[in-house]
């Protein structure tokens, strides 16, 4: 998911859609929404270790420690927390609507 937003495509938008069968692909594998949640979770925390890392590595002096490098590894892990913390946010807005329904 994250990968998306490094490289520009919607893979949470793919990863929804692909328990929709496709024209002449037939069924597509289930994929329910707590397993892209979760990815999506390891992916935003995989990016976080790897910025933390990346930064160690700078402020120790270690490995081949690039300032550049490790600024776009911060915010790479920042924009995928914040739209992580989106999709919370509206999974959550979503949740109290259905709440306030009534049957």
């Known amino acids: 998911?994250?990968?998306g937003i490094v490289f520009g495509t919607p893979s949470i938008a793919?990863?929804?859609s692909s328990g929709v069968p496709g024209p002449g692909n037939g069924p597509a594998p289930a994929t329910?929404?707590?397993d892209i949640f979760q990815s999506a979770v390891g992916d935003v925390d995989m990016l976080q270790n790897s910025a933390d890392q990346q930064v160690a590595d700078l402020l120790h002096g270690t490995g081949k420690a690039d300032i550049s490098g490790a600024m776009v590894s911060?915010?790479?892990a920042d924009v995928a927390f914040q739209?992580?913390?989106q999709v919370r946010n509206k999974v959550v807005s979503a949740?109290?609507?259905m709440e306030k329904m009534q049957f």
């Open 32 to 34: 329910s929404f707590a």
């Open 74 to 76: 911060v915010e790479k």
């Open 83 to 85: 739209l992580m913390m």
């Open 1 to 3: 998911m994250i990968n």
């Open 95 to 97: 949740y109290q609507e």
């Open 14 to 16: 793919t990863g929804l």
